[in-house]
């Protein structure tokens, strides 16, 4: 596996070498070993999630867990292609409230690695695109928080306008003006 990092700490485009033969390839997507020697801490994956969305546009986030429920993930599409976004909220991070986005699509093998302190949300680019996480912590309801994905203090530039939205990330508190 390659280990590209991006302008947010921790934040990591993950990208697999398949083994190439007569019969198609072989890719290795995770390993905790090769994440700890690139410096992604001891990340054990304790559940794996589908997310899957039918329509193109379609706009999930921004979502993080505060502690001692944050929770790191790495998420890759498995079919379809999305526009993929962490935002930096670790206090005293030097890139606090920056973004950092990369697309993924369907040949799997590039995958991003999120962080705990960081909020996660993509918009898909293209119908029937499915998303596949590999989560840090078990998933408890009510731990979920969230950030406006079109939050001016942010100013994430999405390559496309949304077209489907769920009403709770509509309605997620703005960042004020002072942060
Ligand atoms: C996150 C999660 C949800 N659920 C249940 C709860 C709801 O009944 C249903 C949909 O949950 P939610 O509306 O939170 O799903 P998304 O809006 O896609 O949220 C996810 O999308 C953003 C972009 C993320 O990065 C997170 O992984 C996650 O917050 O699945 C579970 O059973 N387990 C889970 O780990």
């Known amino acids: 596996m390659r280990f590209v990092p991006t302008a947010i700490a921790g934040v990591t485009i993950v990208e697999t070498e398949p ?38 546009h379609t706009l999930r986030g921004l979502h993080y867990q505060d502690p001692p ?12 292609r999305i526009f993929d976004v962490a935002v930096d909220l670790r206090p005293g991070s030097p890139t606090l409230y920056r973004w950092t986005g990369t697309v993924l699509d369907e040949d799997g093998l590039r995958a991003l690695f999120i962080p705990e302190g960081c ?39 999405w390559p496309a306008v949304p077209a489907v939205v769920d009403d709770k990330d509509r309605n997620w508190p703005l960042l004020g003006a002072d942060v």
């Open 69 to 80: 429920r944050a929770e790191a993930k790495l998420v890759r599409v498995t079919r379809g």
């Open 119 to 157: 909020a996660h949300g993509f918009i898909t680019l293209a119908p029937e695109t499915d998303v596949l996480y590999q989560m840090g912590r078990n998933f408890e309801p009510g731990w979920g928080r969230g950030l406006r994905y079109d939050d001016p203090r942010l100013a994430i530039a």
């Open 19 to 56: 083994r190439l033969d007569g019969r198609g390839a072989f890719a290795r997507l995770y390993c905790p070993l090769e994440f700890a020697a690139a410096g992604l801490g001891d990340f054990r994956p304790a559940q794996v999630n589908l997310s899957r969305n039918t329509a193109r």
